[in-house]
């Protein structure tokens, strides 16, 4: 198992003992934060973006820009990835970050942990070809593949605990409520 790496990636190579370093600081200090006040565990996070091209976003997050398109079928010029596989992108970044987390807190071992997702989603629904069917992915698959010197079993308590705390995997899997505001200007 190898991540694919490209001339994109901006990671920092670090060691084992560094990332356990660094979760284990992290958890200890949200631990004292939510230990103080509740109120320290809601956080909000935006993202603001600004219509390009045919059906192309420049998306703006934190210190960080990117682009969102789509590919020539669905009128764009597939100059990056579209909205949907971003999803899909969330969900895989999220669920790393969240099976590290975890592993961690738990004393499992991960050498090595891709993970990949699909989506099946009819373009139907989009076009408002039929109304019955929905927009969105009507269903989602992730493959996890783990490696590492713990049981078949403790890395299935894992998945268990990673599914039931993966903040992205929630959005995917429960309703959330959306407020939508236009604003006409001028």
């Given at each position: 198992?190898?991540?694919?790496?490209?001339?994109?990636?901006?990671?920092?190579?670090?060691?084992?003992e560094?990332?356990?370093?660094?979760?284990?600081?992290?958890?200890?200090?949200?631990?004292e934060r939510l230990a103080a006040s509740a109120k320290n565990g809601q956080l909000t996070f935006s993202a603001s973006g600004t219509a390009r091209g045919s059906v192309s976003s420049v998306i703006t997050a934190g210190r960080h820009t990117f682009?969102?398109?789509?590919?020539?079928?669905?009128?764009?010029?597939?100059?990056?990835?579209?909205?949907v596989e971003y999803a899909l992108g969330a969900?895989?970044?999220?669920?790393?970050?969240v099976y590290r987390l975890y592993a961690q807190n738990l004393g499992l071992t991960i050498d090595a942990l891709d993970v990949s997702a699909e989506g099946d989603l009819d373009v139907?629904?989009?076009?408002?070809?039929?109304?019955?069917?929905?927009?969105?992915?009507?269903?989602?698959?992730?493959?996890?593949n783990i490696a590492g010197p713990d049981s078949n079993e403790d890395y299935q308590k894992?998945?268990?605990?990673?599914?039931?705390?993966?903040?992205?995997?929630?959005?995917?899997?429960n309703?959330?409520?959306i407020d939508v505001t236009v604003t006409k200007t001028n």
């Open positions: 198992m190898t991540a694919a790496t490209t001339e994109f990636d901006t990671t920092i190579a670090i060691s084992d560094e990332r356990a370093t660094r979760l284990t600081t992290a958890g200890e200090a949200w631990s682009t969102v398109d789509e590919p020539t079928p669905l009128a764009g010029d597939d100059a990056a990835p579209n909205p969900l895989i970044s999220c669920q790393a970050v139907r629904g989009l076009f408002g070809a039929d109304e019955t069917v929905r927009p969105g992915f009507s269903s989602v698959r992730v493959s996890v894992l998945q268990e605990t990673v599914d039931a705390h993966c903040p992205v995997f929630d959005i995917f899997t309703p959330t409520p």
